[in-house]
């Protein structure tokens, strides 16, 4: 996979969150099964008790560009 931009507009499945958000960044190593991990904007706000920020990371296998 050739590496998105910031901006791109993915869906993602990431355990238990799965919609669509935005590609913000993108981590400085690759996974050896994963490739590239980037970090990603949900549209929807993250609401979890355990989890207090607005974004977070996918590797390429768990997003699919819209």
């Keep these: 996979m050739e590496k998105l931009k910031q901006g791109t507009r993915v869906e993602f ?3 238990s969150l799965k919609g669509i958000g935005t590609i913000v960044g993108m981590a400085s190593i690759e996974l050896p ?34």
């Design 13 to 15: 499945d990431v355990q």
């Design 33 to 66: 099964m994963s490739g590239s991990i980037y970090i990603i904007d949900p549209d929807e706000k993250i609401k979890n008790e355990t989890y207090d920020y607005t974004h977070f990371v996918a590797s390429e296998s768990q997003i699919k560009t819209l």
